[in-house]
T-cell receptor, first 117, second 112 residues
């Protein structure tokens, strides 16, 4: 069965600090997809990134970066120079490859990030 | 209008009431989902509709009844709920198998 573990329940940092959110996953599939979503207080989960299992290149998007390591089944997310607007709950998710027209994402329990001024 | 829209944003209902949650997407997606988000629990997949056909029902109690009249609309009909059903109910849609979801803002449901 697929499983996603986000061991950090809550992280508090001061603005401008760098912070890394951990994500460890379990799957028996060789082809799968990993995602990160951000959930601000408004409730909507906002898509941040999608990565397939064959692409282990790290990705950077502005202050955000992701480190995918298949050897340790981890897909960690780093925010550089954090800002108050980064305060939210962040979810890591996993889905197996399907060609059926829909997919099933398995989510971790989320990490609440609090960035104070 | 773009994205996934859920109404109402907040709902308080008694255990004997009947109410419905509505979800609408104008993204041309062909699959829609209901998730339940309770405090300190992972997001729970409740139902999946693909091309308006229900393809997944994750042992959800019959007091929750989904309906998908067309590819743009999804409903969750609620009746005789319990206080433990209080949660954030999230709707999502996707265009195919592997690109992830677009979520709505959710309906915060309180059962009293």
């Amino acid at each position: 069965a697929q499983k996603v573990t986000q061991a950090q329940t809550e992280i508090s940092v001061v603005e401008k600090e760098d912070v890394t959110l951990d994500c460890v996953y379990e799957t028996r599939d060789t082809t799968y997809y990993l995602f990160w979503y951000k959930q601000p207080p408004s409730g909507e989960l906002v898509f941040l990134i999608r990565r397939n299992s064959f692409d282990e290149q790290n990705e950077i998007s502005g202050r955000y970066s992701w480190n995918f390591q298949k050897s340790t089944s981890s897909f960690n997310f780093t925010i550089t120079a954090s800002q108050v607007v980064d305060s939210a709950v962040y979810f890591c998710a996993l889905s197996e490859f399907r060609n059926t027209g829909f997919q099933k994402l398995v989510f971790g329990t989320g990490t609440r990030l609090l960035v104070s001024p | 209008e773009t994205g996934v829209t859920q109404t109402p944003r907040h709902l308080v209902m008694g255990m004997t009431n009947k109410k419905s949650l509505k979800c609408e997407q104008h993204l041309g997606h062909n699959a829609m989902y209901w998730y339940k988000q309770s405090a300190k629990k992972p997001l729970e997949l409740m139902f999946v509709y693909s091309l308006e056909e229900r393809v997944e029902n994750n042992s959800v109690p019959s007091r929750f009844s989904p309906e998908c009249p067309n590819s743009s609309h999804l409903f969750l009909h609620l009746h005789t709920l319990q206080p433990e059903d209080s949660a954030l109910y999230l709707c999502a849609s996707s265009r195919d198998s592997n690109y992830g979801y677009t979520f709505g803002s959710g309906t915060r449901l309180t059962v009293v």
